[in-house]
């Protein structure tokens, strides 16, 4: 038994503690909490990539439409000029004019096309226009037209968007057109611009399903059906989608494309045949929570050692008093189980080694769950013919203690309140025990009549309420005391809560005597 005991005790400090279980189990914790962090984070992400992608996509769709519509309006308002329909003015001074508008409104181009479906320009040779699809449903249907992306100008490779509005005369005839060519790289840097605000990629999509303009990284010309059929797609197929683009009616899908997670949406253009899809990436969106995962990671990291290093000094203290109640029952052993009993064995002594660590060390009396556990075991042997009391004993003046004469002033006081209280203890029969900071609980057994209980109420309440000498200053000492009568079948707790009530009433009438509270 005694090699067992050494493994757990320091030659020197005394028994000691494993804080290894300690340690792997705020590792566990530690790991969980990052995990489950992880998982809360991951959850962030796919809420914050519905919201980017669709904010990103009424950016989009907001400048995209306003470029658009503010060509049809500017074209719409020159078409209403009376000097586009005058014959007599030539087709090359209605040409300057509007050369004159292209670079202040942002345009690659402002043409007039006459009747003919021949375009002029200041210092070129004028063009048929009359192969160009858009211009043949322009002069078929009276209707304006905006086109996908196209390879035009001199040199044959200057991609541009094109906006017509037809010249249509009072009679209703169509005697030309007006257009302006949008500028390929200014869609571009739209999509760039309102969709890179919150990481998401934008690609317009033209009337034939083809991809014109993309920040993804998508080809040019390419269908979008094929980037759509090589994606995992989740509640919905590749050519549901195809309907809804047809239909112009919007929506959103999940998807899984190069082994990434997007999200993505998307909506008809006004006054276009195009879609906008705008898509968000979910390592993108969870990149940006990283710094804040890992600032919370790293203060939920101090924490636990915080806590960890605050629960080994509590435990460090606790077997400090562990300590003195193994060497008290060491001392014990020693003195019971020798070899030969000897004859003058002072059980009084194995009595104050068993308890000691069980008393309160400023007062000399038992601790608050020793006097439960003594009480209880004191009133299964009271005589009923006779009077027993508790007694609730509460200082009336420590706070002025403590704050006038320092907290050693206080001590003092207690101590001497202790030395009294203990006197009862042994005159009759009793047990006393400090119940809190101030306050002492005291049972008294044995007593003839309640007139000898009130003689002792009176005597202790007077030897309560003196001075004490310290230091060369007398320390003013004031007791309030509240008693219950014990009767047969009562519970220990019901007599602590009865004199605690008659202790309250004489706390509220003056202080420094004591009431019986009878029931």
Request: with cysteine.
């Amino acid at each position: 038994m005694n090699e067992n005991k050494n493994k757990n005790k320091d030659k020197n400090s005394g028994w000691q503690i494993s804080f290894s279980p300690i340690l792997r189990y705020s590792a566990v914790f530690c790991l969980m909490t990052l995990v489950i962090m992880l998982l809360g984070a991951a959850v962030l992400s796919v809420g914050r990539m519905k919201s980017d992608a669709r904010a990103s996509l009424a950016s989009v769709h907001a400048q995209t439409s306003q470029r658009v519509n503010e060509s049809i309006t500017l074209l719409e308002s020159l078409a209403s000029l009376p000097e586009f329909y005058d014959p007599e003015v030539p087709p090359i001074e209605k040409v300057k004019k509007l050369d004159q508008m292209s670079p202040y409104f942002g345009y690659l181009m402002i043409c007039y096309v006459d009747s003919d479906i021949t375009v002029y320009s200041d210092g070129s040779e004028p063009a048929s226009l009359a192969s160009r699809d858009y211009m043949q449903k322009l002069f078929s249907t009276g209707k304006r037209q905006v086109t996908d992306s196209f390879a035009a100008g001199a040199d044959g490779v200057t991609l541009n968007y094109t906006v017509a509005v037809p010249l249509v005369e009072s009679r209703g005839n169509i005697t030309g057109c007006l257009f302006c060519a949008i500028y390929f790289d200014e869609v571009m840097d739209i999509l760039e611009k309102s969709a890179g605000i919150n990481g998401s990629d934008a690609t317009l999509i033209g009337s034939q399903g083809q991809i014109m303009t993309s920040t993804a990284g998508l080809s040019y010309g390419d269908p979008i059906m094929n980037t759509l059929r090589s994606s995992t797609l989740f509640g919905t197929t590749a050519d549901k989608l195809q309907e809804q683009f047809l239909a112009a009616i919007p929506g959103e899908y999940w998807s899984i494309r190069n082994g990434d997670l997007y999200y993505t949406v998307y909506q008809r253009v006004e006054n276009t045949s195009w879609d906008i899809m705008c898509s968000v990436n979910f390592g993108t969106v969870f990149s940006k929570i990283i710094p804040s995962l890992v600032l919370v990671s790293g203060l939920t990291v101090l924490l636990c050692f915080g806590l960890m290093y605050l629960l080994k000094r509590y435990i460090a203290k606790q077997m400090e008093i562990v300590d003195v109640l193994v060497h008290s029952v060491e001392e014990l052993e020693k003195k019971i189980y020798q070899d030969e009993r000897p004859e003058d064995l002072d059980f009084n002594e194995i009595i104050r080694l068993t308890s000691n660590g069980l008393s309160d060390s400023l007062t000399g009396v038992v601790t608050r769950s020793v006097f439960l556990n003594q009480a209880e075991a004191q009133m299964k042997k009271i005589d009923p013919n006779l009077v027993s009391a508790l007694c609730f004993v509460d200082m009336d003046n420590l706070k002025y203690i403590n704050d006038t004469y320092g907290h050693s002033g206080g001590d003092v006081a207690l101590k001497s309140v202790g030395y009294i209280l203990r006197e009862y203890e042994k005159r009759y029969d009793g047990v006393i025990g400090r119940y809190g900071g101030d306050e002492f609980v005291m049972l008294l057994t044995g007593l003839d009549d309640e007139n000898e209980l009130q003689g002792v109420m009176n005597e202790l309440v007077l030897r309560l309420h003196s001075e004490v000498g310290s230091g060369g200053q007398n320390i003013p000492v004031q007791c309030s005391v509240g008693v219950s009568l014990y009767r047969p079948g009562v519970e220990l707790n019901q007599l602590i809560a009865e004199a605690d009530e008659a202790l309250y009433f004489v706390k509220q009438n003056g202080k420094g005597y004591y009431k019986i509270q009878k029931n």
